[in-house]
């Protein structure tokens, strides 16, 4: 029953509107009042059932269609405010029997109901769909169907979890609440979950036909108990063979638990207790089912996991309204035509979300004729996937492709409002890149740097206009990570920022905005970090166990995994910077630059902490043994404790972070934890830099610091935020959340004010 927007406000007004048709239909339509899209209230079980009580004893009522009142929206989940405002999980399990109640007596009603849906159909939404006899979704690409429940540390509680594996089988279901991924309405059909997919249009005329011929066949019984096998496919063989006999149901539970646990660690107990519950319903019945999923659902509400996962959900709900200016008579700017300078696969992934995302035509700039093609190969590549995947159809990846205009000159630019650079990181191209677009460019065009590491302001000393630069700071691969960091400078015009921000939410990204310096916020905290893994290489940590450690502790991959993707030569290049703003605290262990020197650049060249190439096909990556002679260092396995490695990155990371809100280059907590984990993989369970302080404590985080100060010396003093927090109190969030930039030390301010 979970996993909606938040709020719906409804203040006692009913949600659910019925509507009696001539031909003994009755549509049923929720409409939440004041809200744009519908969610689920636990009051909103009573009208459920009151509503299906009325239609029963109404003779003339045939069938029910149940369908939104919102254009685009059917049910986006329940309201996360619910769940969070629980206090117990006897309360958290009572809620989820709430909505299974509600569910039951839709489906036990004596007519055929069906599900007309378009829009989001998510958490309780597919749940309420799963009650009715029968569904009927729109072909349109707003229309998605899923249950994320897991994303928020949760399991679906309104009988999703017994209803979609005797639906669909055990496979699809558990793929489906596992992963917590969307379909859309012809995946749905493929897999059984709708009975039809047509035409937003007429939906609801279809909906009605199929419920009346339902009506005549006397098809009024629940679809989970309903649905026949005919096991003449393929898969419903593997069903029948692996989930509907004790031995083939122990091995898919046991194989898939194996899986789950080699993606999770153990640290995402949501995903563990889905498992726990629909093997329980398979095995006990639908009732026993559900008395598992109440209680399950009542454990995980109240665990520090689906605090930190909803309380992030809540930020970027947040930050989907916010505009990035604090001024609210500022105005975005529309943005018709996008340049981009250089079609690297950075160049080249803007341009994709720029065209297939945001519908806004790109002119593609490099300096030769290969350049042009390497990216818009690029590109194709990535819609040739969808092609494949059928999310879009030959024609649309054509026309899409086509919305990109690749030029070897400065033709066309006139008409871009927005130019953004993705050039080397070299100081001198990029004021070259400035003064082009200055000459050759839109009157008002806004320049945006896609820098990672040069301070904006350094980028804008180029230029006539600087109120008009800005730094866009993606993640690769573009198309595949969520995060933008848009930078601003002391000089960045309000509109400029709102433009850009808007720009961004159009691409698809989640979008926070800090203040300019080395590194920004994201690249800045990442150097620490991986600074610390170079000092535990070249202790005698193997990389396996360093990698092994950070991954257990929650990242999605280790720092040595990372270095050999971005760079060995990236990552020696954007040390040198980071040691000369910052100094002792960014100080690298002897030796690194060794790598560089042995031409070791990582996977781009074959040669890094790892192998590469077909001379050793396997599944597990195998250290390149050679590296540590290079590095001078023999390796010690199990010397140093997998706790303590996880502990040093960690905290050098959190450590950073909190200078960094201490010198105002944020302008929230908030933004810290949703930048670390979307950009940077901190474990969202951990709920980001700033939630963990508040989890852990300040005094534990500045004691632990202090221990390894002791050790490893100043690149671990304690942030003087974090100071003052075990001092006197506070915290990042909550009621005695402090403001960022307010503790700030005299000399790390003038250190700002020079960046």
């Known amino acids: 029953m979970a996993t909606g927007q938040n709020g719906n406000g409804s203040g006692g007004r009913r949600v659910l509107s019925i509507e009696q048709r001539p031909d003994g239909v009755a549509i049923v339509r929720m409409d939440v009042p004041g809200e744009t899209m519908n969610t689920l209230q636990a009051n909103f079980a009573e009208e459920f059932v009151q509503v299906f009580d009325d239609l029963d004893k109404a003779s003339e009522v045939r069938a029910v269609v149940f369908t939104s009142g919102k254009p685009d929206s059917f049910i986006a989940g329940a309201d996360v405010r619910m769940i969070k405002a629980v206090k117990t999980a006897a309360e958290a399990a009572e809620l989820s029997r709430t909505g299974q109640r509600a569910m039951a007596r839709v489906e036990a009603f004596r007519a055929p109901v069906v599900a007309a849906i378009h829009g989001a159909c998510l958490g309780g939404g597919l749940e309420t769909a799963l009650a009715c006899h029968a569904r009927i979704a729109s072909d349109d690409k707003k229309t998605k169907l899923g249950l994320p429940e897991v994303q928020l540390g949760l399991l679906p509680a309104a009988a999703g979890t017994q209803r979609l594996p005797r639906l669909v089988g055990v496979q699809a279901a558990l793929d489906l609440m596992l992963t917590g991924k969307q379909i859309d309405g012809r995946r749905a059909r493929r897999m059984g979950l709708v009975d039809d997919v047509v035409p937003a249009a007429v939906l609801v005329d279809v909906a009605c036909r199929h419920a009346l011929a339902l009506a005549e066949r006397g098809a009024s019984q629940p679809t989970g108990f309903a649905k026949l096998k005919s096991f003449f496919s393929k898969e419903e063989l593997t069903e029948l063979a692996l989930a509907e006999n004790p031995l083939g149901r122990k091995l898919l539970f046991d194989q ?27 095995e006990g019945g639908f009732e026993q089912g559900l008395e598992a999923e109440a209680q399950a659902f009542g454990e995980l509400a109240v665990s520090p996991e689906a605090a930190m996962l909803m309380s992030i959900f809540t930020a970027t709900v947040e930050l989907k309204k916010d505009r990035g200016v604090d001024d609210p008579n500022v105005e975005a700017k529309p943005v018709h035509k996008l340049g981009v300078l250089g079609a690297g696969l950075m160049g080249a992934g803007i341009a994709h979300v720029t065209t297939h995302l945001a519908k806004i035509p790109v002119r593609l700039k490099d300096r030769d004729d290969d350049g042009l093609a390497a990216g818009m190969k690029y590109v194709a590549g990535i819609l040739d996937t969808s092609v494949e995947r059928k999310r879009m159809t030959r024609l649309e990846r054509d026309l899409r492709l086509a919305q990109i205009t690749p030029t070897v000159d400065y033709s066309g630019f006139h008409q871009a409002q927005v130019v953004i650079e993705a050039v080397f990181e070299d100081l001198a191209l990029k004021h070259q890149m400035v003064r082009d677009i200055e000459a050759h460019g839109h009157a008002k065009a806004i320049f945006a740097s896609n820098t990672s590491s040069l301070p904006i302001t350094q980028i ?3 230029a006539k206009h600087p109120e008009r630069v800005i730094g866009m700071h993606y993640f690769s691969p573009v198309h595949k990570m969520p995060l933008l960091e848009i930078i601003v400078t002391p000089k960045t015009a309000s509109w400029v920022t709102a433009t850009c921000v808007e720009l961004g939410k159009k691409q698809g990204k989640t979008v926070i905005v800090v203040n300019d310096g080395v590194g920004f916020y994201t690249s800045r905290i990442l150097a620490p970090y991986m600074n610390e893994a170079a000092w535990l290489l070249s202790e005698g940590v193997p990389v396996e166990e360093l990698d092994g450690a950070l991954m257990d502790w929650g990242y999605p991959v280790g720092p040595v995994t990372l270095l050999d993707e971005v760079g060995i030569d990236v990552g020696e290049k954007v040390g040198r910077i980071m040691l000369a703003a910052f100094g002792d605290r960014m100080v690298p262990p002897p030796g690194m630059d060794k790598l560089v020197a042995d031409q070791r650049f990582g996977r781009k060249n074959g040669r890094g902490f790892y192998l590469y190439g077909d001379k050793k096909k396997t599944k597990k990556k195998l250290v390149d043994e050679s590296v540590y002679a290079v590095l001078g260092v023999t390796p010690e396995a199990g010397a140093t404790p997998k706790h303590e490695i996880a502990e040093r990155l960690a905290l050098a990371m959190v450590n950073e972070a909190a200078l960094c809100f201490g010198e105002g280059v944020l302008r929230s907590a908030r ?20 939630r963990y302080v508040d989890s852990v404590g300040a005094l534990e985080v500045v004691r632990r610091l202090e221990r390894h100060e002791k050790q490893h010396g100043a690149r671990f003093t304690p942030a003087p935020v974090l100071v003052e927090m075990a001092q006197g109190g506070g915290s990042f969030h909550g009621e005695r959340a402090i403001r960022p930039g307010t503790t700030a030390t005299v000399r790390e301010a003038e250190r700002v004010r020079v960046l």
């Open 671 to 690: 933004d810290g934890d949703v930048g670390a984990i979307f950009g940077l993989g901190f474990p969202p369970f951990r709920g980001g830099p700033f």
């Open 460 to 462: 804008a000393a180029g």
């Open 256 to 282: 898939a638990k194996k899986q789950l646990l080699a993606k999770t660690r153990g640290n995402y107990p949501a995903a563990e207790r889905i498992l726990e519950v629909v093997k329980a319903g398979l």
